[in-house]
């Protein structure tokens, strides 16, 4: 029925603009006072709108006859009022996997490691051989059949083609300080193509493993007694007939028929594994190839992070869970590819200060997936902040963490003692921001921080104050509240914080640190044509000991956008 009748009367598409557009049609349309009730109702229209997305993307219809009903994905968003996430589900599986650098580049990586690999079962090549070895190093970056990613997509959509449909995807505005080859890039891949779990594998192998040798034995035990009932008993001075064993052989065959099954699924697993290893080492190498071009040349690279966020991150990080795991995965994977114009440090710092206020204005489901991303930011941060090797290994000399922003590599780099009070001093901010949420009287605020809190409960807070200030908000809140449900999630929270402060994960301000006045700040990014000052003379726009602007509190102004101390007060 989703096909029938040809593209101009099928219903597949139809119903999915329908689905995206009803989402934003509960909001305002719903005749109803309960702000509960038409959040519930939001979350199960947009749950239906991407599974039916997924439906149609994985497989329900050819590609081909997708991509003939598809509107284009501009036309989806600026004609039918379809937002880029849900546009993005269901065109990505028609989109090209990369580009065309990003591709020869895969291969020419997947190319030498086979060389590799056959040079160490070969032993070492002779003059001639290695000769030949170079020449086919020269001529593989020119073939792209070894990739397993593409340039052209699965609806014949070039690179080219699919950037110039990006670009009409976002205000004008959004193109001067990203480009559509990041945009497009952060769209068109999933977290399978990002991040490969090889700790879920492992885990999930042993399991099997384990059940494999446990049915084994049970297939040895079953034979063993199969045996010695299936032959004659001497048994009151004559032999007795041997016993009845059709039970036990049926017994017998559905272990052996259980075991073969174990052990294929081994195998399909560590099939499995090494595809996906291989899938995210290929996209890796094409992101690599890329990133140097990502933001080069856009005209306003002071606005990267915070169009970023507009753009790309919010908007993934309330569509699912899943996509809040990719979004904050593609933020360190950005970074571990020292990427160009791209600020780590801002980053983190805009994402507490923006990201942490659209709690006020998440449903249940979206501030459980905000908790998600929340969580996944933190974690990096931690690893960091706690071990002075991985901080060194990753953090030191790349662009994102220069102590003068403008300067990008080639800037003096931000030392570790500053970084930690910077986390110390994002450790309050995010407190800050759950407290008046937890504090505005309102159930609904209420309730969404606490879903947020709970899910990244592992990860923040790390201060022993900031621990008990959450805690005590938590439990006035439990105290104060008439709904069961926020009550029981006021408790839930309450006894996760008493269970890490037990752990020993709190840390007291001490032995955190960050107490002290921070040597090197980073600067602010250069404004086009304006050179960047030094950074000893420049202005501070990520200042770890700088207090936090509390509006109506004091006389002084900020300066535009929050960067640098406030202008203090004059004297009465």
Request: hydrophobic share 50%; charged share 20%.
């Amino acid at each position: 029925a989703l096909t029938a009748g040809g593209p101009a009367h099928a219903l597949a598409v139809p119903l999915f603009i329908l689905l995206a557009q009803q989402r934003h049609a509960v909001a305002v349309t719903t005749a109803s006072p309960h702000i509960k009730l038409i959040a519930e109702l939001y979350d199960k229209t947009h749950e239906t709108a991407v599974q039916y997305a997924r439906f149609l993307a994985g497989g329900a219809i050819l590609p081909a006859v997708l991509a003939a009903s598809l509107p284009s994905l501009d036309a989806l968003t600026a004609d039918h009022g379809v937002d880029v996430e849900l546009a993005f589900d269901v065109w990505r599986p028609l989109l090209p996997s990369a580009s065309p650098a990003a591709v020869k580049a895969a291969a020419a990586g997947k190319q030498q490691k086979e060389k590799e690999a056959a040079a160490g079962e070969d032993g070492e090549l002779e003059d001639g051989e290695a000769a030949a070895a170079k020449a086919g190093d020269a001529a593989a970056p020119t073939t792209t059949t070894a990739s397993p990613l593409a340039c052209v997509g699965a609806a014949g959509l070039t690179w080219d083609a699919f950037l110039a449909q990006v670009e009409r995807c976002a205000p004008p505005r959004a193109w001067r300080s990203l480009t559509p080859a990041f945009f497009a890039t952060f769209w068109r891949l999933t977290l399978h193509d990002i991040v490969f779990p090889g700790d879920a594998y492992a885990a999930e192998k042993k399991r099997l493993t384990a059940a494999l040798a446990a049915k084994r034995r049970a297939v040895a035990t079953a034979e063993a007694e199969r045996a010695a009932r299936d032959r004659p008993v001497w048994r009151g001075g004559a032999w007795a007939p041997p016993e009845d064993v059709r039970a036990l052989e049926e017994d017998v065959k559905a272990a052996k028929k259980e075991a073969t099954r174990l052990a294929d699924t081994v195998a399909a697993l560590d099939a499995e594994a090494a595809a996906h290893r291989a899938r995210v080492a290929a996209v890796h190498a094409g992101l690599a190839a890329d990133a140097p071009t990502w933001l080069a040349g856009v005209p306003d690279p002071a606005g990267t992070v915070a169009t970023f966020l507009e753009r790309c991150v919010l908007p993934r990080v309330l569509h699912s869970p899943a996509d809040a795991a990719f979004a904050a995965a593609f933020a360190r994977l950005v970074h571990s590819l020292r990427t160009p114009g791209f600020s780590t440090l801002l980053y983190y710092d805009r994402t507490l200060k923006d990201v942490l206020p659209a709690i006020l204005a998440s449903t249940d489901a979206e501030a459980a997936r905000l908790g998600v991303f929340l969580r996944d930011t933190l974690a990096p941060l931690e690893t960091w902040r706690t071990d002075a090797a991985a901080y060194e290994a990753e953090c030191a000399g790349a662009p994102g963490f220069a102590a003068d922003l403008g300067a990008g590599a080639g800037g003096a780099p931000t030392p570790r003692a500053d970084f930690v009070r910077l986390c110390h001093k994002w450790q309050h901010r995010a407190a800050r921001a759950f407290r008046d949420a937890l504090g505005t009287g309102q159930h609904v605020h209420a309730r969404a921080a606490l879903l947020v809190l709970n899910a990244c409960v592992r990860t923040f807070p790390c201060l022993a104050g900031v621990a008990a200030s959450l805690k005590r908000a938590a439990e006035k809140v439990r105290e104060s509240t008439d709904r069961e449900d926020v009550k029981t999630l006021a408790n839930m929270y309450v006894m996760a914080l008493t269970r890490e402060a037990a752990s020993g994960r709190m840390l007291t301000q001490e032995a955190f640190g960050g107490g002290a006045k921070a040597g090197v700040r980073p600067a602010s990014a250069a404004r086009p044509g304006k050179k960047c000052p030094p950074p000893a003379a420049a202005t501070a726009m990520l200042r770890p000991d700088a207090k936090e602007f509390v509006p109506g509190q004091g006389k002084g102004t900020a300066p535009a956008g929050g960067q640098g101390p406030a202008r203090p007060a004059a004297r009465a």
